[in-house]
């Protein structure tokens, strides 16, 4: 080999010019004879030994005779000898490695002539004109004749001289001793053109199996395959092998290399076993093409390349299970390899970049593999992996927490921590390793503990702006609480919650900024002079931190994990105020240090923190936070307890008596059979009956005293006694009133039906009928409306709904209001025949703070308004036309916008028949918009729009009226929001009258189009600016449609006299 890469095209006999690569092919072609149809390996003829001499013979007539091959002759004279073997070969007597060794010669002699001209200077293209090919460019042609005789070279050559084991066939066999040398010089040919990129590509694509099979034989094999060849030409042929694995595509060499190897199902049937040796030295190369720079990926794609799932489960099952087995290959140290730790080193690296890969079709089979690759890893070298695989997955989410220094020092405010594509690449991957992979070993577990707090944060800031990132960070959090033990759940929660300093958060001086592809950056936060804005933030980001917690808890209740959570937050508040009562406070005793005054801001802090999660999460997960009895024991006897330890007593005391009822009620309700309990149940359940036996002697109310007592009683016995009292504390909670001495919350068939009292979002339930029925009585403080006498007119069921119409609890004040409106709209004669003392009732409540209360009487006036308009709408009108002065002037103000929203609700619900009630509802929808009260000046112009937009044609003249309103209000009111909706009215009107418009506004049309131009070009707020485009498009497209109105295609038949 060293000779032929040495060698110089120089030949005997200057005086002939060197041939041409056409003149090589065509001798090629003389010496193969005709090709076949095809160019398929198949396609090719079989060369009888016949024909390959005669092909010889006319090579040998055509170079001596024919004028122009002088030069092909010298130059392949000059080539055989150089290459003694192949010279004597071609003037040998077998016919085969004859012609294999004239092939040979001549595609030397193109090899040289190609090398020769590819260092020759290229000529400089024309003006204009594209860069002409290459010298050494072979045409089509001739390429497919190189191909041809690359084959044959191979088969005739190559493949007859291979040893058992390393290629497909015993070939036409070689004599006896003669096998090494002819293998040696056919290799070397073949080595040397694969140096020449015309020539090797051809050659290595189609055949680099054979030719490393040559190689590694001569290179690696026992001496007894290499007889006649020498040390010196075995050590170039090693180094040959390495050449040309390092210059081909390496997943191609991985392949090849696997298939030498011995894989069963792409060696050849009839090639057998590969032999020890051959297998011990490819697995040795394939290590090498493992550790080089990017050999990982090499490997992977090597062993998966053409495999992208198949289409059925069964390949799809296949490819999953080549894709484990390269990640555990991945994962075994070569025996080569120095050290473990080197090992590492230089792999981790690359199968994190495996996640990375932007190809869709391999994609998934990279992650898989390396996901596989890291747990398995994790599972084997958990010290090795921590360091060189989860720390670089983590370290950008590790950069901005707080446990890690900053150098801030060398940060100015606004200094990108940590980039946005950076960022998002994190999380993606924490995706594809931690929940994808789904392994919940407690190194993974413990690794990604460290930085939840940080993937929190961003959960919340994705939550509260547009960004791709909420989704992946909420499937981590989530997973993390479902994989780990629920104590450590719990725990993570806590920190989370910013109640222990468990769970490491983001840096105090990082700030987490939008991204402008979707994402986000950690940046250095500037820090605010402005005290009371810094708070502001503060705040801010705690109430924001509560709602995403109790958003992601919502995920949990199947689980369990949100109620337990909910629980330990009741038992840290009875720990909180116990530790607050046992404290004394530094403003009682001016003595006290400065470290006390920071213990009692601290724990005052920490009261209020537990006490806005006991909110939120009574608000987010409390209707289904219970999942079993144990959650429900647990939870009454965090009350309990806390009721024991502190009575009700002060500002306080109504709430905490509302939540000790509640819990009472709610273990009530499941003995009395809300909930189908088993003996394993009763077990539980008697973990209360030292609290409630405590609650019944220390508690200062006696008929909670005496509640506490019955519950004892029923549990002990396991409910087979069960007093009365209990009926009534259930049905408090399932919105029932059992009947008098009834046993269970389910009340007597004779009863008049109560209204329903669902469960408050609050956690807070309806008071007992007989106790609302009392306070009903006494005397109300306050200036509280009086429920309305029914002076024995009214039937016990409606009296009774009347009475709770006015129950200080606001969810059984509104269950009455919609059962009351649910009788208005059954037309029930008892109902219809107290129509003003409903009346009077729904407008009493319409004044009620509770949005739940006045929505619900809302509806009732509605109803009762549209069943008889003539005698309520009047009503309604003077009311909301009424003014109030002095201190209530804000309250009445609130209240006359509820009334415009029931009068909207009636002009709905009449539809044409608004049109008799026209003049009066214009006319106190005017005198509205006059009001000094800016929200109430802005809510009759949208009921005044509704109003004409439900009128259309029947506006009339009362047009006129409305436009100047409109536009006096649109140009000369100093609040944006009140002249917004001005300009609202003209929007809907045209929307609404669309074809109608030119119609119905003829004669104002010009003055609306003049108004909509003056606010669009002298109009400051935006919103309003906009209304006007939006009026000013619907006039446009309504004015085009009445000047150019669409064509009709119509055929009129017309029979002619």
Same mark, same amino acid.
């Given at each position: 080999?060293?000779? *032929? ?206 030719? %490393? ?42 392949? /090849? ?86 090992? @590492? ?6 199968? *994190? ?31 090795? =992996? ?224 537990? *006490? ?95 509640? =506490? ?90 009296? /009774?709904?009347?009475?709770?119409? @006015? ?9 009455? %209001? ?11 004669? /008892? ?71 029931? %009068? ?151 029979? *002619?006299?």
């Amino acid at each position: 080999m060293a000779a *032929l890469a040495g060698s110089s095209p120089a030949m005997a006999g200057e005086a002939q010019p060197d041939p041409e690569p056409a003149r090589v092919v065509e001798a090629l072609e003389l010496l193969l004879g005709p090709p076949s149809d095809g160019d398929s390996p198949g396609s090719e003829p079989a060369l009888c030994p016949e024909t390959l001499r005669r092909n010889a013979a006319a090579l040998e007539e055509r170079l001596s005779r024919a004028a122009g091959w002088a030069a092909l002759r010298q130059l392949r004279a000059a080539v055989l000898s150089r290459a003694p073997a192949l010279a004597a070969g071609a003037a040998g007597s077998e016919p085969g490695w004859a012609a294999a060794c004239g092939l040979l010669a001549l595609l030397l002699c193109l090899k040289e002539r190609l090398a020769a001209l590819a260092a020759a200077p290229a000529a400089p293209a024309a003006p204009g004109a594209p860069p002409p090919p290459g010298a050494d460019t072979l045409s089509v042609g001739q390429e497919r004749v190189v191909r041809r005789a690359l084959r044959a070279a191979v088969g005739l050559g190559l493949l007859p001289h291979l040893p058992p084991g390393l290629g497909p066939g015993p070939g036409l066999g070689p004599p006896p001793g003669a096998r090494g040398a002819r293998l040696f010089a056919a290799v070397a040919a073949l080595v040397e053109l694969a140096r020449v990129p015309a020539l090797g590509a051809p050659l290595l694509s189609r055949h680099l199996r054979l030719l %490393l099979s040559g190689l590694c034989g001569l290179g690696h094999g026992p001496a007894a395959l290499c007889q006649g060849v020498s040390e010196a030409e075995r050590a170039q042929c090693r180094e040959a092998l390495r050449d040309i694995l390092d210059r081909v595509y390496q997943p191609l060499a991985v392949q /090849e290399l696997l298939v030498l190897q011995g894989q069963p199902k792409q060696r050849s049937v009839s090639a057998g076993a590969a032999p020890a040796w051959l297998r011990r030295l490819c697995g040795h190369l394939l290590s090498e093409r493992l550790l080089r720079p990017g050999g990982v990926q090499a490997v992977v794609r090597g062993v998966l390349e053409g495999t992208d799932g198949g289409a059925g489960a069964e390949a799809a099952a296949l490819d999953w299970r080549k894709c484990d087995a390269v990640g555990k290959i991945l994962a075994a140290c070569p025996q080569q390899c120095l050290s473990l730790e080197d090992y @590492y080193r230089q792999v981790c690296p690359q199968i *994190l970049d495996l996640l990375h890969i932007q190809d869709k079709v391999a994609a998934r089979q990279f992650q898989r593999v390396a996901t596989t690759t890291l747990l398995t890893m994790a599972r084997e070298q958990p010290e090795l =992996a921590q360091r060189h695989l989860l720390q670089p997955l983590l370290a950008p989410l590790r950069r901005c927490s707080e446990a890690t220094e900053l150098a801030l020092e060398d940060l100015t405010a606004g200094a990108v921590v940590v980039p946005e594509a950076e960022l998002g690449s994190c999380v993606e991957d924490m995706v594809k390793v931690y929940v994808v992979g789904n392994d919940s070993s407690s190194l993974l577990l413990g690794s990604l503990q460290s930085v939840l707090g940080v993937v929190f944060s961003l959960y919340s800031f994705a939550k509260q702006n547009v960004s791709y990132l909420r989704s992946p960070c909420q499937d981590i959090l989530l997973w993390f609480l479902e994989k780990a033990e629920r104590e450590q759940s719990l725990a993570v929660l806590q920190g989370l919650a910013r109640l222990s300093s468990l769970v490491p958060t983001l840096h105090p001086q990082c700030q987490l900024r939008v991204g402008s592809e979707g994402g986000a950056a950690v940046v250095v936060g500037e820090t605010s002079s402005d005290e009371d804005e810094a708070l502001y933030q503060k705040i801010s980001l705690e109430q924001c931190h509560v709602e995403s917690l109790v958003e992601l808890l919502s995920h949990c209740q199947k689980s369990g994990l949100a109620g337990d959570f909910f629980i330990h937050c009741l038992k840290e508040l009875t720990q909180v105020a116990a530790e607050d009562e046992a404290a004394p406070s530094p403003a009682v005793e001016p003595a006290g240090s400065l470290l006390e005054l920071e213990q009692h801001q601290a724990r005052q802090g920490r009261k209020l923190l537990v *006490l806005q999660l006991v909110a939120a999460l009574c608000e987010g997960v409390s209707d289904t936070v219970f999942t079993d009895i144990v959650q429900v024991q647990e939870f009454v006897a965090a009350v309990l307890h806390r009721a024991c330890a502190h009575p009700a007593r002060g500002p306080g005391a109504a709430a905490e008596a509302q939540t000790l009822a509640m819990a009472m009620g709610l273990v009530a309700a499941v003995l009395g059979g809300a909930v189908q309990l088993k003996s394993s149940d009763f077990v539980v359940l008697k973990r209360l009956v030292p609290l409630l036996e405590e609650l019944s002697r220390t508690y200062p109310e006696p008929l909670t005293q005496e509640l =506490a007592q019955d519950l004892r009683i029923a549990i002990c016995t396991h409910g087979a006694c069960s007093p009365g009292s209990l009926g009534t504390a259930a049905g408090s909670v399932l919105g029932r009133e059992p009947g008098p001495g009834a046993r269970s919350p389910a009340g007597p068939p004779g009863t008049a039906p109560s209204p329903p009292s669902p469960q408050h979002r609050h956690g807070s339930p309806s008071a007992r009928r007989d106790r609302s029925r009392e306070q009903s009585r006494e005397p109300r403080a306050s200036g509280a409306p009086a429920a309305p006498s029914a002076d024995g007119a009214a039937p016990p069921g409606l009296q /009774e709904l009347l009475v709770s119409a @006015y129950d200080p609890q606001p969810p059984a004040r509104a269950a009455a %209001l919609r059962c009351l409106a649910s009788l208005v709209t059954q037309r029930d004669p /008892e109902a219809l025949r107290l129509q003003e003392k409903l009346l009077q009732v729904f407008l009493e409540n319409v004044q009620h703070e509770d949005a739940f209360v006045y929505l619900s009487a809302i509806q009732g006036v509605a109803l009762l308004s549209s069943e008889y308009p003539e005698r309520i709408l009047p009503v309604l009108l003077a009311q909301y036309e009424c003014r109030a002065q002095g201190t209530e002037e804000a309250m009445a103000a609130v209240t006359r916008m509820k009334l415009g929203e029931v %009068l909207m609700r009636v002009t709905r619900a009449l539809g044409d028949m608004v049109f008799q009630h026209r003049e009066p509802l214009i006319r106190a929808f005017l005198r509205g918009a006059r009001d000094p009260d800016s929200a109430l000046r802005a809510s009759s112009l949208s009921n005044l729009g509704e109003l004409c937009q439900h009128l259309g044609f029947q506006l009339g003249s009362i047009i006129q009226e409305v436009t100047c309103c409109v536009t006096a209000i649109a140009r000369t009111d100093p609040e944006a929001e009140v002249r917004r909706a001005a300009v609202h009215v003209v929007v809907v009107l045209l929307r609404g009258l669309s074809e109608k418009v030119t119609e119905v506004l003829q004669d104002v049309l010009r003055d609306l189009y003049r108004l909509l131009k003056h606010v669009v070009t002298a109009e400051r707020d935006a919103a309003t600016v906009l209304h006007a485009q939006l009026a000013l498009e619907e006039l446009d497209t309504a004015v085009r449609r009445a000047l150019f109105p669409p064509q009709t295609l119509q055929k009129k038949i017309v029979v *002619l006299p």
